[in-house]
């Protein structure tokens, strides 16, 4: 059976090709515009065409995501949470703690063996913890995105604090901090353990047990991985493209209602 899954995140939006829940076809990442319906249709004629498939031969199609309900071609609609799990068992079976850290929001999801959600904590009323706090960091230091997860390793022992409460006021910090005269480096390493230690308070809120997998377009960046690798003492298990995992998730969900419904 050929399933698939779109998720329309705030920043991203993904689509997934799955055959049999076995073998994953084609994927395709795009811009969330600011019409959902229309970057959905967009992100599946993407990931089809690295398929030799149509429209026609997906036999189900589950969207997820903050836009999920604007997908009128999907057959149903599932949360992210659930979708998240579901993809990160289905990669790693020994996963039993997951952190997705997506474009505005931060979820801290426990799990059993087969990817049900026990318990889960969202961080979805600031963005810090986020990659959008990220992208603001960058930004004030004048760095691109990619380069601030290996510099911030290269920082001081002692870093510059830097608030992990707010966008606004970390921008607020880092401007200070550079007046101060304080390099770039060593301010960019603050920003890089205010973001940790904020997802390790959610973490630490579901509990946390091995093994441990990051989901989402920050699972890219090395500061934030080595740093959670530091704090719980065990290497993260993250996928080859980290950021399709919920449009993988939903097409599993897409291959259980398949069958429910041709039986």
């Known amino acids: 059976m050929i399933t698939g899954g779109i998720d329309i995140g705030s920043l991203s939006t993904k689509a997934l090709i799955l055959e049999n829940r076995e073998t994953i076809l084609g994927w395709s990442i795009m811009l969330t515009g600011p019409a959902p319906v229309e970057s ?26 903050y836009g999920r309900v604007n997908v009128p071609f999907a057959q149903a609609s599932v949360t992210e949470i659930s979708c998240h799990a579901r993809g990160n068992n289905w990669l790693f079976p020994s996963v039993r703690t997951i952190l997705d850290m997506g474009g505005q929001d931060c979820k801290a999801i426990r799990c059993d063996e087969k990817g049900n959600v026990l318990a889960f904590a969202m961080n979805d009323k600031c963005a810090a913890g986020t990659g959008r706090y990220l992208e603001r960091v960058a930004s004030v230091l004048n760095l691109d995105l990619e380069q601030i997860g290996p510099l911030s390793l290269q920082g001081a022992d002692k870093h510059v604090q830097i608030t992990n409460t707010c966008v606004v006021f970390a921008e607020e910090d ?11 480096i060593d301010i960019l390493a603050g920003a890089m353990d205010a973001i940790v230690d904020r997802v390790v308070a959610l973490l630490e809120r579901v509990g946390v047990e091995e093994d441990l997998c990051v989901s989402g377009g920050v699972a890219k960046n090395a500061g934030v991985v080595g ?7 065990l290497k993260p298990s993250i996928a080859p493209e980290p950021q399709v995992i919920g449009a993988l998730g939903a097409a599993l969900v897409a291959a259980d209602m398949g069958e429910l419904n041709a039986e």
């Open 40 to 65: 959905a249709s967009a992100v599946l004629d993407a990931a089809l065409k690295e398929t030799n498939l149509c429209m026609a031969d997906i036999k189900y199609l589950v969207a997820t995501g």
């Open 174 to 184: 880092i401007i200070r901090s550079i007046r101060e005269g304080h390099n770039s």
């Open 227 to 233: 740093r959670l690798q530091q704090r719980f003492a």
